[in-house]
């Protein structure tokens, strides 16, 4: 892949702190308090004191180990997920298949998980490469029909989305249903599951391959040739074009890590939560990550917290649901609050423009990078 | 296979798929508005639950399904504005902001029929359309049990083509309308209002969509359940795409989806071996293999892109 090989040249001044950085933090930060803010009026007009209501959501979210780890395990298909949208973004394309590719990776998960015989250890690994196989080659077609035939990757991925649900339904109720009353595949094999990590607790190793997933997404996207490549498509097609790189290489071979991603969630939450594939086994993982990745401003790192944050508000939810009465969707609320302030946040641009005043002061320094969605 | 026959050419099966497209085909015409102006309608889902909400409260308190029709329409128009917002004010990335503006209208609705409701799994009831058969056309054999004994608001969704024919393509505002979606900075250059115009076609979306979620709440049945429309609004959104963009391919593809909806149904009571799931995903294979086949899809120009006036 041609370009430098080193396009963020290491800043050796450690302690200088970078604005646009921080930027990074403080747009999604504001957008979180702003949605709560908003969130407890709504709270207050359904005659529940807003801090009793989410004082409930944090300690359903975070007051024990129990709920820690339960917040914890249930942001990992978020992370994968998240990580899926942030790195099509970042060359230029919208995968909002993520729903489809998650289920896809599930479905060869599982029928990894339960036909093969493999060792220990091997087997589990295959069952996950199984995964990012099946969201991979989900995500190759709408990859394929946007580099080469020039087709809006919004509305074919929608299109997969559906078809991908309905074939691991039907899949789930033919050729790998459990024989049984319920439409449920059997159960993957001891040798095919994530291990647990704390005894007694939900969470698995999956948040393990989650983090070196979103370690891996930053690397590949600053310090490697090919990530290069992916930034200068995401930033400008054209120009990258005549800087000789292969746009419709970058943007399948792009599309298909991606899928391959959104395929690990669907892995990881069958091998690691749940152990056999049901109808409708995602609540919208795959839509909610687009929220995450947002709430990231499209960096891998940024996408584990947005993550931690939706799966935190959901799990958190359920506690606050028994303990004051106020609904569980009360969290889509503040969700919903918290994209549409980003958006609002993103582009009234308060944070940048503090930065360029910043800058002028400082007088010179590298161009702000536009990297968030909206 | 001469079951399925059966069941595809009777009277009742027909009667379902006109029942059953009538939502998709008001929102389908909504979305038609906001499309062909150059904003996507994902939004769709959100402005339909509005609309499925508001017409249950407003029909249980007043006791009239009509005046629960106007403040859907309202509501529905009102919540769509913020959609136009994010998209043409803030010139968000649309997906993005039609995400927000979904989950968003999943909470607002639950929690104001929680307001409303409290917690109870008792089933409330709001005054629901009667079915008003059209004088003498119902009486005709066949024809009339299937297109003329239904709602009146089923009616006015069948209508509504040949007037969103009109408007788009027989004014002047739509030739407006349409060229903000075709190429905004020509529209500009020549008077045309892009982002008043962008408002406008998302508004008449969330107006259209709300009546066709009012018929969920207070049409087929009388009641309201979270997460009432289940994607309706995104099966509406795929049959504008279905219809290359234009009403009467809208139009059809609507009345195909309702088709499939009513066809799985029957299948599904008459124990027919054909697994729903593949009729269920059908249209959609259908969908893609047509843009595919067709090539490059016609959607309009500048859909998707906001428009950035400086």
């Given at each position: 892949?041609?370009?430098p090989?080193?396009?963020?040249?290491?800043?050796?001044?450690?302690?200088?702190?970078?604005w646009?950085?921080?930027?990074?933090?403080?747009?999604?930060?504001?957008?979180?308090?702003?949605?709560?803010?908003?969130?407890s009026?709504?709270?207050?007009?359904?005659?529940?004191?807003?801090?009793?209501?989410?004082?409930?959501?944090?300690?359903?979210?975070?007051?024990?180990?129990?709920?820690?780890?339960?917040?914890?395990?249930?942001?990992?298909?978020?992370?994968f997920?998240?990580?899926?949208v942030?790195?099509?973004?970042?060359?230029?394309?919208?995968?909002?298949?993520?729903?489809?590719?998650?289920?896809?990776?599930?479905?060869?998960?599982?029928?990894?998980?339960?036909?093969l015989?493999?060792?220990?250890?091997?087997?589990?690994?295959?069952a996950?490469?199984?995964?990012?196989?099946?969201?991979?080659?989900?995500?190759?077609?709408?990859?394929?029909?946007?580099?080469?035939?020039?087709?809006?990757?919004?509305?074919?991925t929608?299109?997969?989305?559906?078809?991908?649900?309905?074939?691991?339904?039907y899949?789930?109720?033919?050729?790998?249903r459990?024989?049984?009353?319920?439409?449920?595949?059997?159960?993957?094999?001891?040798?095919?599951?994530?291990?647990?990590?704390?005894?007694?607790?939900?969470?698995?190793?999956?948040?393990?391959?989650?983090?070196?997933?979103?370690?891996?997404?930053?690397?590949l996207?600053?310090?490697?040739?090919?990530?290069?490549?992916?930034?200068?498509?995401?930033?400008?097609?054209?120009?990258?074009?005549?800087?000789?790189?292969?746009?419709?290489?970058?943007?399948?071979?792009?599309?298909?890590?991606?899928?391959?991603?959104?395929?690990?969630?669907?892995?990881?939450?069958?091998?690691?939560?749940?152990?056999?594939?049901?109808?409708?086994?995602?609540?919208?993982?795959?839509?909610?990550?687009?929220?995450?990745?947002?709430?990231?401003?499209?960096?891998?790192?940024?996408?584990?917290?947005?993550?931690?944050?939706?799966?935190?508000?959901?799990?958190?939810?359920?506690?606050?649901?028994?303990?004051?009465?106020?609904?569980?969707?009360?969290?889509?609320?503040?969700?919903?609050?918290?994209?549409?302030?980003?958006?609002?946040?993103?582009?009234?641009?308060?944070?940048?423009?503090?930065?360029?005043?910043?800058?002028?002061?400082?007088?010179?320094?590298?161009?702000?990078?536009?990297?968030?969605?909206? | 296979?001469?079951?399925l026959?059966?069941?595809?050419?009777?009277?009742?099966?027909?009667?379902?798929?006109?029942?059953?497209?009538?939502?998709?085909?008001?929102?389908?015409?909504?979305?038609?508005?906001?499309?062909?102006?150059?904003?996507?309608?994902?939004?769709?889902?959100?402005?339909?639950?509005?609309?499925?909400?508001?017409a249950?409260?407003?029909?249980?308190?007043?006791?009239?399904?009509?005046?629960?029709?106007?403040?859907?329409?309202?509501?529905?128009?009102?919540m769509?504005?913020?959609?136009?917002?994010?998209?043409?004010?803030?010139?968000?990335?649309?997906?993005?902001?039609?995400?927000?503006?979904?989950?968003?209208?999943?909470?607002?609705?639950?929690?104001?029929?929680?307001?409303?409701?409290?917690?109870?799994?008792?089933?409330?009831?709001?005054?629901?359309?009667?079915?008003?058969?059209?004088?003498?056309?119902?009486?005709?054999?066949?024809?009339?049990?299937m297109?003329?004994?239904?709602?009146?608001?089923?009616?006015?969704?069948?209508?509504?083509?040949?007037?969103?024919?009109?408007?788009?393509?027989?004014?002047?505002?739509?030739?407006?309308?349409?060229?903000?979606?075709?190429?905004?900075?020509?529209?500009?250059?020549?008077?045309?209002?892009?982002?008043?115009?962008?408002?406008?076609?998302?508004?008449?979306?969330?107006?259209?969509?709300?009546?066709?979620?009012?018929?969920?709440?207070?049409?087929?049945?009388?009641?309201?359940?979270?997460?009432?429309?289940?994607?309706?609004?995104?099966?509406?959104?795929?049959?504008?795409?279905?219809?290359?963009?234009?009403?009467?391919?809208?139009?059809?593809?609507?009345?195909?989806?309702?088709?499939?909806?009513?066809?799985?149904?029957?299948?599904?009571?008459?124990?027919?071996?054909?697994?729903?799931?593949?009729?269920?995903?059908?249209?959609?294979?259908?969908?893609?293999?047509?843009?595919?086949?067709?090539?490059?899809?016609?959607?309009?120009?500048?859909?998707?892109?906001?428009?950035?006036?400086?």
């Open positions: 892949m041609p370009g090989r080193r396009p963020d040249a290491p800043r050796l001044k450690l302690p200088a702190i970078h646009e950085n921080l930027a990074n933090v403080l747009t999604p930060m504001a957008a979180i308090i702003a949605s709560l803010a908003v969130g009026l709504v709270i207050a007009m359904l005659k529940v004191n807003p801090v009793v209501a989410y004082g409930h959501l944090f300690r359903g979210a975070a007051g024990n180990l129990g709920q820690v780890t339960m917040t914890i395990t249930n942001s990992i298909p978020l992370i997920a998240g990580l899926a942030t790195l099509a973004f970042r060359a230029g394309t919208f995968n909002i298949g993520g729903e489809g590719q998650l289920y896809m990776g599930a479905l060869l998960a599982v029928w990894a998980g339960t036909a015989r493999l060792p220990l250890g091997v087997h589990v690994l295959a996950l490469a199984c995964g990012a196989a099946g969201g991979a080659a989900w995500a190759l077609v709408p990859g394929y029909l946007k580099a080469r035939r020039g087709f809006n990757e919004v509305i074919i929608i299109l997969m989305n559906y078809i991908a649900v309905w074939f691991v339904s899949m789930v109720h033919s050729l790998l459990e024989p049984g009353w319920s439409p449920q595949t059997r159960q993957v094999l001891a040798t095919a599951r994530l291990p647990q990590l704390i005894s007694g607790t939900s969470l698995h190793a999956g948040i393990l391959l989650a983090i070196a997933a979103a370690v891996a997404v930053h690397f996207l600053t310090r490697t040739g090919l990530g290069f490549a992916i930034r200068m498509v995401g930033s400008n097609r054209e120009a990258a074009r005549w800087a000789g790189i292969d746009v419709a290489k970058v943007t399948i071979i792009t599309m298909c890590l991606s899928g391959a991603l959104a395929g690990l969630a669907g892995a990881s939450e069958i091998l690691g939560v749940r152990f056999r594939l049901l109808d409708g086994f995602s609540p919208g993982y795959g839509f909610d990550a687009i929220a995450v990745a947002l709430l990231g401003r499209t960096t891998a790192v940024g996408t584990i917290f947005g993550a931690l944050f939706f799966g935190a508000l959901r799990t958190g939810a359920n506690v606050m649901q028994s303990a004051t009465g106020l609904p569980v969707v009360a969290v889509y609320l503040i969700q919903g609050l918290v994209v549409l302030f980003m958006i609002a946040g993103t582009s009234m641009d308060v944070v940048r423009k503090l930065l360029a005043k910043r800058k002028e002061v400082a007088a010179g320094a590298g161009p702000v990078r536009g990297g968030a969605v909206g | 296979m001469l079951d026959l059966g069941v595809v050419l009777s009277v009742d099966f027909v009667f379902a798929s006109v029942r059953l497209a009538s939502p998709l085909l008001l929102a389908a015409m909504g979305g038609l508005f906001s499309e062909r102006a150059g904003v996507l309608s994902l939004g769709l889902e959100g402005m339909m639950l509005t609309g499925t909400l508001a249950f409260l407003g029909s249980y308190y007043t006791g009239s399904p009509w005046v629960g029709l106007a403040i859907a329409m309202v509501c529905g128009g009102l769509s504005l913020l959609y136009a917002l994010a998209c043409v004010t803030f010139r968000a990335n649309q997906v993005v902001a039609a995400v927000g503006f979904n989950i968003l209208a999943l909470g607002a609705t639950g929690l104001a029929f929680r307001r409303a409701f409290g917690i109870t799994d008792k089933l409330h009831k709001a005054a629901s359309f009667q079915p008003t058969p059209i004088p003498y056309l119902a009486d005709l054999p066949v024809v009339g049990p297109f003329f004994r239904h709602l009146p608001l089923v009616y006015v969704a069948f209508l509504l083509l040949p007037v969103v024919l009109f408007v788009l393509y027989r004014t002047t505002w739509g030739l407006k309308l349409r060229s903000v979606g075709e190429n905004p900075l020509a529209a500009d250059t020549l008077g045309v209002k892009v982002q008043a115009m962008r408002y406008a076609g998302i508004v008449i979306c969330g107006v259209l969509a709300a009546a066709g979620g009012s018929l969920l709440s207070i049409g087929f049945i009388s009641t309201f359940m979270e997460e009432m429309t289940a994607g309706r609004g995104f099966i509406a959104f795929a049959a504008i795409i279905f219809g290359k963009w234009t009403p009467v391919g809208a139009f059809l593809a609507a009345l195909l989806f309702g088709a499939a909806d009513a066809l799985q149904l029957r299948v599904q009571a008459l124990g027919i071996n054909i697994p729903y799931q593949i009729m269920l995903l059908f249209p959609y294979l259908l969908t893609l293999c047509a843009l595919v086949l067709v090539g490059k899809s016609q959607s309009p120009a500048a859909l998707g892109q906001p428009y950035d006036k400086t």
